[in-house]
């Protein structure tokens, strides 16, 4: 079935850093690409979404990149901080009210 | 704080026996996700809804798993005879039509089957 991969797996940075995790996806007909920040014991948070007519975007200390041909996306978090220590999911989509199909997740870990 | 809400938090169930979480989703959202997240935090689709309707599902969904989103009730997930493998968090999550649409995750389910 379609599949995202998400590297790396785990990410260890040094607060004040910054931190990137790439995802690539299959179908050429996803069009919507949102990241989600999960902390133990909590629910995915939906963090920053990038959609297919963007190729940037960015809000407070996170950026995404899209690269359509590639069908490659990526978060950077700016200026880490320990409070980014979580883990990560990328996800795709093509069409609203199908599944998002998710990546296999990053640990990051921020340290002092 | 979540405005998908689902409850129990947590579910204990011996194997064989029924399991049953619910979720009302974000007010105004006519579609609704269900997904598995295993221990090793995974992510698995197993059924979505637009209002009543029946979106997408997966195989194994059609067997043990039912669910439905009846109107004016909260949608519910139901493992008819569970097994130690389905123990994981179940996510229910919420979104408008259409496309390019957010998609906001209640707290879960923890089902534990023993």
């Known amino acids: 079935g379609e599949q995202v991969e998400q590297l790396p797996s785990i990410l260890r940075v040094q607060e004040g850093s910054s931190a990137s995790i790439n995802c690539t996806y299959e179908?050429?007909?996803?069009?919507?690409f949102p990241w989600y920040k999960q902390e133990p014991g909590e629910n995915p948070k939906l963090i920053i979404d990038?959609?297919?007519?963007?190729e940037r975007k960015q809000t407070q200390g996170l950026i995404v990149l899209l690269d359509k041909k590639a069908k490659r996306f990526s978060l950077h978090i700016t200026d880490t901080q320990p409070g980014d220590s979580a883990m990560y999911f990328c996800?795709?989509?093509?069409?609203?009210?199908?599944?998002?199909?998710f990546g296999t997740g990053t640990t990051v870990s921020v340290s002092p | 704080n979540s405005k998908v809400i689902q409850t129990p938090r947590y579910l204990v169930k011996g194997q064989g026996q029924k399991a049953k979480m619910r979720c009302i989703p974000e007010?105004?959202?006519?579609?609704v996700f269900w997904y598995q997240q295993n221990k090793n935090n995974e992510f698995k689709f197993l059924i979505n809804?637009?209002?009543?309707?029946?979106?997408?599902q997966i195989d194994m969904t059609e067997k043990r798993f039912s669910a439905e989103c009846p109107s004016n009730s909260p949608c519910s997930l139901e493992i008819q005879s569970s097994e130690a493998g389905d123990s994981a968090l179940y996510l229910c999550?919420?979104?408008?039509?259409?496309?390019?649409?957010?998609?906001?995750f209640g707290k879960g389910t923890r089902l534990t089957v023993v």
């Open positions: 999550a919420s979104s408008l039509p259409g496309s390019n649409t957010e998609v906001f």
């Open positions: 179908n050429s007909a996803s069009n919507y």
């Open positions: 990038i959609r297919s007519n963007m």
């Open positions: 996800a795709a989509s093509d069409q609203g009210g199908r599944a998002l199909i």
């Open positions: 007010k105004g959202h006519p579609v």
């Open positions: 809804f637009q209002n009543q309707e029946v979106l997408q």
